[in-house]
């Protein structure tokens, strides 16, 4: 159940205590971009993702459709063997950054006019912009894509498109992949699942707050219809994200290689 706001209305309670006439009692201005409390949910803070279901049941890996299928196929046989993305530090952007369970923690930036993902995860950034743009024409495809949010009382959603092509699973991408997510505030106590084993052992949340990410997403090319997952995060401090270094291995193992004989 999410939780409805019971506090008073400024101008109310200045009218009560102080008797003034309403044109007297008008809030102080927020400071330029800031999210205020009688505005928007703040989704603001860091979080960690410590489930993802499937609504439909069935499990976490996406439907494809027998064409997508094909395409991942005749890609696939390009190679002897694919290499793992995560061994060589290759962030492959939505959904697959919002979906991850790996202990790596995602803080989000939220003003006025746009919210900041800035995750650790291959230090991967998303921008939600909530000023009333729409998709651009001349944007170019990224792995995060391109995202708009609107507001729906308490619940933000979020389109995003203009996603890079992408043909390794679990989500692969065309142009065509659109993802709407539906993020809101709720408690622990409020839902049903609880932290997969592997993020159980880290560092414990700070509160009970969760944020409940629905997503939802659409490619008629790839997919066998809409695929639903919800995410769910819980807070942690803000010391939890560290810097994602992983690169800086291999630099090391190039480096090593051209050491001069000593």
Known sequence: MRQRSTTRPFAATCLAVLGLPIAACAPPPA???????????????????????NPAGGGNQPQYSAEGRALLEEFAAQFTAIPETGAWCYGTGMPSVMLSTVSYPIEIVQKADRLVMLAELEMQVRRVYLDGRPHPDDFLSTGVG?????????????????????????????????????????????ITARATGFVATVEKPISDDV????????????????????????????????????????????????????
């Open 146 to 190: 391109h995202s708009v949010g609107t507001w729906d009382g308490d619940t933000l959603v979020i389109d995003t498109t203009l996603l890079s092509e992408w043909q390794v699973r679990p989500w692969p991408k065309t142009e065509q992949t659109q993802i709407v997510e539906r993020a809101y505030l709720t408690k622990l106590g409020n």
């Open 31 to 53: 400071a330029d971009g800031a999210v205020t409390a009688t505005a928007h949910p703040d989704l603001s803070g860091v979080w960690m993702a410590f489930a993802v279901e």
């Open 211 to 262: 944020l409940v990410v629905e997503m939802t997403l659409t490619d008629p090319l790839l997919y066998e219809g809409p695929q639903r997952r919800t995410a769910y995060y819980q807070r942690m401090s803000d010391t939890a994200t560290l810097e994602y270094a992983c690169a800086g291995e291999h630099w090391l193992e190039e480096l090593e290689k051209n050491r001069v004989s000593q």
